[in-house]
Antibody, heavy 121, light 105 residues
């Protein structure tokens, strides 16, 4: 059974940093691109970042470029999102999601349960 | 690529045929997916590549379209279908539509 377990969300002050994790199981992790998607209160879904299976190719939404860094450890089957210079507008539930391809754009067929990030003083 | 979804809210009754539309700002071929999200839950993939149904999804869900115009149709709305639906283009990076909330009439 494919499972994605998001963790790391908490209350953080504006300007602070946070690292989210997504532990994957039930599939060959290194064979698939992985992504982060967020859902802010009262708003729709927003794609945040993606990383291809090998880990060398990454993509970011303009809203987080230069502040967030996506990475993966294929030996530990874990996806990460390092979030720096956090702003109030980054407050959201963050989901990791599995792509259906190794190295190209695809839909997301499995999702984590989400982890809440709150940026507030 | 911008993706515009309509309507934003839809009121319907059990048994109704429901259609949601998604328009892309430029051609995305068939690189479009549809997701269902219920409150407090992660999104669930329903349709990929515009018209391919994900395994385990009831056959009352169907998708159509190509280029810039796409539709999600629920042939006979069931109680479990009251939720918010999102389209997503994946031709160039990823963009979600604004969402359509399907409410009980």
């Amino acid at each position: 059974e494919i499972q994605l377990l998001d963790s790391g969300g908490r209350l953080v002050q504006p300007g602070g940093s946070l690292k989210l994790s997504c532990a994957a199981s039930g599939f060959t992790f290194a064979s698939y691109a992985m992504s982060w998607v967020r859902h802010a209160p009262g708003k729709g879904l927003e794609w945040v970042s993606s990383i291809y299976g090998g880990g060398s190719t990454t993509h970011y939404a303009d809203s987080v470029k230069g502040r967030f860094t996506v990475s993966r450890d294929n030996s530990e089957n874990t996806l990460y999102l390092q979030m720096n210079s956090l702003r109030a507008e980054d407050t959201a539930i963050y989901y990791c999601a599995k792509g259906t391809e190794y190295s190209s754009s695809s839909s997301f067929d499995y999702w984590g349960q989400g982890t809440l990030v709150t940026v507030s003083s | 690529i911008q993706v515009t979804q309509s309507p934003s809210t839809l009121s319907a009754s059990v048994g109704d045929r429901v259609t949601i539309t998604c328009r892309a700002s430029q051609s995305i071929s068939s690189w479009l997916a549809w997701y269902q999200q219920k409150p407090g839950k992660a999104p669930k993939l329903l349709i990929y590549k515009a018209s391919s149904i994900e395994s385990g999804v009831p056959a009352r869900f169907s998708g159509s379209g190509s280029g810039t115009e796409f539709t999600l149709t629920i042939s006979s709305l069931q109680p479990d279908d009251f939720a918010t639906y999102y389209c997503q283009q994946y031709n160039s990076y990823w963009t979600f539509g604004q969402g359509t909330k399907v409410e009980i009439k």
